[in-house]
């Protein structure tokens, strides 16, 4: 049954306006009256549990009071205290897993406080005031190596920058931002809001970066760890987990979502991007959501998303899925694919069977078969930590559990004056925001430990 | 189903909500789209001599709710500023017009024999139903030595009302100001000057918020702002008050009330009729969300009765007089404490925090297994009701009787008063 004709894979399939229009914010900013009503909601409970709930504990019945009061200012002093990358986190965080989750007025009317959209309108407001709330205490003339520019590494050198001491951030890639940059949906985080929020947490000062340096082939923990006082490992997640089917590597159409995603970020003209008439995405989490309605969004006219769990156990929370299926996505759940079925080295078809659970709650899989017809495959089954660059050549290797970092309470890991935090570490939850906690404890303890070794 | 006709000095309208006088009743225009609306009755925007008042811009404050709702209301302008001719032709063509209604005409005119006895025939022409002197306004009139400036001094009062029935047979309703210390003075006043009613309240003195760019009061008039008069919600309270001290009072019990302040719907209407009123005027409410709003009146106002089994107004008016008292013969044996509903409970833990940090530390804030709890400690409570006001879930937090034993102690009575009058 498979097709005859050459794969549908194709650049420019919207009118340019439709592009524009497609990769628009998915939720256009509140405006000033919209968030003096929306903060009027808020309680200000006391010991609120929202606070309990956010990763990074921003305070926030008191700034949404702030925003109430017309302090609109302070409102976003108060969250960028708690978390340095609260405007992105604003954009990206599933807030309906978080913080709104939590919120009180869920309990009698279904309908939590818009938290997220408030703490944008804060940031926002503050950003665009081109100011930087804060200052460095006085310096301690300590330096310390951030490897990893993402949300982790940018929050923890900037609470340190703060604390007074000297940091230096390395980058394998042109830009700093990690996934910010690379990663998050395009709709989420327009007008290059990513580099301005680099440039906004840099102007703390104290930071200075060198992008482009890879550790592993440009520099070594071991010459980090003798050149400088401490070092804080965002690496993130650098391999993608393989479907493990025959021709994945060797059929064309077979696309790695993650790098596909980076490349439609760094793209001026989302058009330019070849995208397939009919689009099987593998995959469950945030990745698999991103690219099913990215690649829609580009004008694929068919995008099947095949999960082999229930719904509820996809990492894409049920907020997420009925976007994805308010775009045009459908969503096919207990199958994994068993085949790549291809025809002139180009992918064809993907051959599902059917899984359920068996007695002992193990996904089996039916025997039963269906095939999808497609132009186009995005793998989207996870990422890995790549411990080469850590541990390849150096003296003394860092202890792993699940293959990523093993840190303790305060992400510091089993070598003396390493760090590490965000999706790198084994308690990650893989969430921007939880980044950014990482990279806020480490600091305080990195602080702790420089000035007891003083 | 509840009749809402109301006979207020025999003036007969066909529901007890009339407009105040203010600009919702300044011209034809606007009354006989309140009349079409459903109002009962209009006291029409104060009349003045010629030549008419000349008024300012801009010319209101006001005070809002969090959810940007105006919950108090400042106006500093005058008196109708349009021609006397103008108003009584409109008058009398309205009256005409709605012969069921009832209409009222507010006065104001310097205090001399003479400047009313020349208005009053005027007026009497129009076939209106009464004449309400407005001793009231509290800024800018007050200022010539009318408005609130009579209505500050009883004597003044009852030297006008007594002028006014002796030159009309229109029934006289004397407006009073609450800028003053104790409204039963005035009311006294005017009651022994020969006044068939009082309505209360004028407006308050106020300065609703400085503009702090110009660093000038609001409103704002070219760089300057005054005091003016302040209505809305926010004064019901003010209103209830002194509405409740003159029906209560041995002097004036019994005297009718219209009245006036912060009503806005058939709640707030029955709250002040239950203190005697005969009718109610509304102002603000009317300015805030137009005049449709009567129709939550009198349907509310019916839908209330019939659940209460009251067949007209004169069945619940007055009812709750009885019961305002004076503190001193409170129950000082009654208890009272606060119980938590808990599954109505959201668990803000705003009773807690305020009991804890401000009160009597008896909210107990709890984790069962992760989840939050807050508790009544009975023992620490004295059922002040402070954690009901500020639970944002209408019915979570009640305030529960406790049986004490012990039977009626007021503070005359209890031996604790170190002024107890001995026990004859
Ligand atoms: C497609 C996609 C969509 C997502 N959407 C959301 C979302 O909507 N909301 C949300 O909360 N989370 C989302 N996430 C997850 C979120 O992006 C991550 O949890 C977060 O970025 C983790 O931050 P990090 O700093 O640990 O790592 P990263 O953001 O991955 O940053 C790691 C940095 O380290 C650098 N690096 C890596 N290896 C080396 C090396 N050897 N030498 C030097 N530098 C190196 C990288 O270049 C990168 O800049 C998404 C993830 C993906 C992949
Ligand atoms: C803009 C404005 C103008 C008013 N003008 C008069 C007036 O001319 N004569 C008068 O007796 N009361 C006047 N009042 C007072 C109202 O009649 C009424 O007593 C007061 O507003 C309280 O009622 P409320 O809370 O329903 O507004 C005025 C009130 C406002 C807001
Ligand atoms: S950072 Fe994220 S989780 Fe925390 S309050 Fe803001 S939107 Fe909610
Ligand atoms: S739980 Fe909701 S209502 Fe309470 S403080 Fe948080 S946002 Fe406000
Ligand atoms: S104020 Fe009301 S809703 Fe909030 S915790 Fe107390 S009882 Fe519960």
Redesign the pocket.
């Known amino acids: 049954m498979t097709q005859s004709a050459a794969p549908d894979i194709a650049a420019g399939r919207l009118r340019p306006d439709e592009i524009a229009a497609n990769f628009e914010d998915i939720k256009p900013p509140l405006d000033g009256k919209r968030a003096l009503i929306e903060s009027s909601r808020c309680y200000f409970c006391h010991d609120a549990p929202c606070i309990e709930a956010c990763p990074t504990s921003i305070d926030i019945p008191n700034f949404i009071r702030m925003i109430n009061t017309g302090n609109t200012l302070g409102a976003a002093e108060k969250i960028l205290e708690a978390n340095i990358l609260g405007g992105m986190?604003a954009r990206?965080?599933?807030t309906e897993i978080l913080c709104e989750d939590k919120c009180v007025r869920n309990t009698s009317e279904d309908k939590p406080v818009n938290i997220g959209m408030l703490q944008r309108y804060a940031v926002d407001h503050l950003m665009e005031q081109g100011r930087h709330p804060f200052t460095r205490a006085a310096p301690t003339n300590m330096r310390v190596a951030v490897?990893?520019?993402?949300?982790?590494?940018?929050s923890c050198a900037h609470r340190l920058a703060t604390l007074g001491h000297n940091v230096t951030i390395?980058?394998?890639?042109n830009k700093?931002?990690?996934?910010?940059?690379?990663?998050?949906?395009t709709y989420?985080t327009v007008n290059n809001f990513a580099q301005a929020e680099v440039d906004f947490v840099l102007a703390i000062g104290g930071i200075s970066m060198k992008t482009g340096?890879?550790?592993?082939?440009d520099i070594t923990l071991d010459e980090l760890r003798r050149d400088f006082d401490a070092v804080f490992l965002?690496?993130?997640?650098?391999g993608v987990n393989a479907l493990g089917l025959d021709g994945e590597e060797q059929l064309s159409g077979v696309v790695d979502?993650?790098s596909y995603?980076a490349d439609l970020r760094q793209a001026t003209d989302k058009g330019s991007l070849k995208v397939g008439r009919k689009v099987v995405v593998i995959g469950g989490g945030?990745?698999a959501i991103?690219?099913a309605v990215q690649s829609r969004k580009l004008g694929a006219e068919d995008v099947t998303l095949v999960y082999r769990r229930a719904p509820e156990n996809m990492s894409a929370t049920w907020h997420e899925q009925e976007f994805a299926q308010i775009n045009g996505v459908k969503i096919k759940h207990w199958a994994r694919p068993v085949r790549l079925i291809g025809q002139n080295g180009a992918v064809r078809e993907v051959e599902f069977e059917r899984t359920l659970l068996d007695d002992r709650g193990r996904l089996v899989g039916t025997g039963e078969t269906f095939s999808i017809l497609c132009d186009q495959v995005f793998k989207a089954i996870g990422?890995r930590f790549?411990n080469d660059?850590v541990n390849g050549k150096a003296r003394e290797s860092i202890d792993l559990i699940d293959g990523k970092i093993a840190v303790n309470e305060e992400m510091k890991t089993s070598l003396a004056n390493v760090w590490a935090?965000?999706?790198?570490v084994a308690s990650?939850t893989?969430?921007?925001?939880?980044?950014v906690e990482?990279?806020k404890v480490a600091a305080h303890a990195i602080d702790r430990y420089l000035r007891g070794a003083n | 189903m509840a009749d809402l006709r109301s006979s207020f000095l025999g003036i007969k309208s066909p529901n007890p909500f009339w407009l105040a006088s203010a600009p919702p009743t300044d011209k034809e225009y606007n009354v006989v789209r309140a009349f079409k609306a459903g109002w009962g009755g209009v006291v029409w925007k104060t009349l003045g001599e010629d030549p008419p008042i000349v008024n300012v811009s801009s010319r209101y404050g006001a005070l809002h709710s969090a959810d940007q709702r105006m919950i108090g209301f400042n106006n500093i302008e005058l008196i109708t500023d349009r021609p006397l001719d103008v108003n009584l032709r409109e008058i009398k063509q309205v009256k005409r017009d709605w012969p069921d209604r009832a209409v009222v005409v507010s006065l104001m005119v310097p205090c001399t024999e003479q400047a009313w006895k020349a208005i009053l025939p005027r007026v009497e022409e129009t076939g209106a139903d009464a004449v309400e002197l407005n001793f009231g306004c509290p800024h800018g009139m007050s200022e010539r030595g009318m408005g609130s400036a009579v209505g500050q001094v009883p004597e003044y009062v009852g030297m006008v009302a007594k002028w006014c029935k002796q030159h009309t047979r229109m029934p006289v309703i004397v407006k009073l100001t609450p800028n003053i210390t104790d409204v039963r003075k005035p009311a006294r006043a005017a009651k022994e000057g020969g006044a068939d009613a009082v309505s209360l309240i004028n407006t308050i003195n106020s300065i609703t918020s400085i503009d702090l760019d110009i660093m000038a009061p609001t409103p704002t008039v070219d760089g300057k702002g005054t005091h003016g008069g302040y209505c809305g919600p926010a004064v019901k309270p003010i209103a209830m008050h002194m509405v409740a001290d003159i029906a209560r009072d041995p002097e004036t019990y019994g005297l009718p009330i219209s009245a006036i302040g912060g009503i806005a719907n058939w709640r707030d209407a029955a709250e002040f009729i239950s203190l005697s009123a005969g009718t109610v005027q509304v102002c603000t409410a009317a300015m805030h969300y137009g005049f449709k709003i009567v129709d939550d009146m009198i349907s509310g106002l019916k839908n209330w009765m019939d659940s209460k089994g009251y067949a007209t107004i004169e069945d619940f008016r007055g009812k709750a007089v009885p019961n305002v008292t004076d503190w001193q013969y409170l129950n000082i044996n009654y208890k009272s404490i606060a119980r938590i509903d808990q599954d109505k409970c959201i668990k803000c833990g705003l009773c807690h925090i305020a009991c804890e940090d401000t009160s009597h530390q008896a909210i107990a804030k709890m984790k069962d297994n992760g989840t939050r709890r807050y508790q009544v400690i009975d023992g620490e409570c004295v059922g002040c009701n402070l954690c009901a006001h500020v639970c944002p879930v209408p019915e979570c937090i009640s305030m529960v009787s406790v049986d004490t034993g012990r039977s009626y102690l007021n503070w005359t009575q209890d031996p604790r008063n170190p002024m107890r009058k001995a026990a004859e």
């Not at chain 1, 490897?147 to 940018?154: E, F, N, Q, T, Y």
Request: net charge negative; charged share 15%; aromatic share 4%.
């Open positions: 986190c990206v965080c599933p490897v990893g520019g993402g949300p982790a590494g940018l390395f980058d394998a890639r700093l931002g990690g996934l910010n940059e690379y990663g998050i949906a989420k340096q890879m550790l592993g082939r965002g690496l993130g997640l650098s979502a993650v995603i945030n990745t991103d690219i990422q790549v660059p935090g965000g999706d790198c990650g893989d969430l921007t925001v939880q980044g990482d990279g």
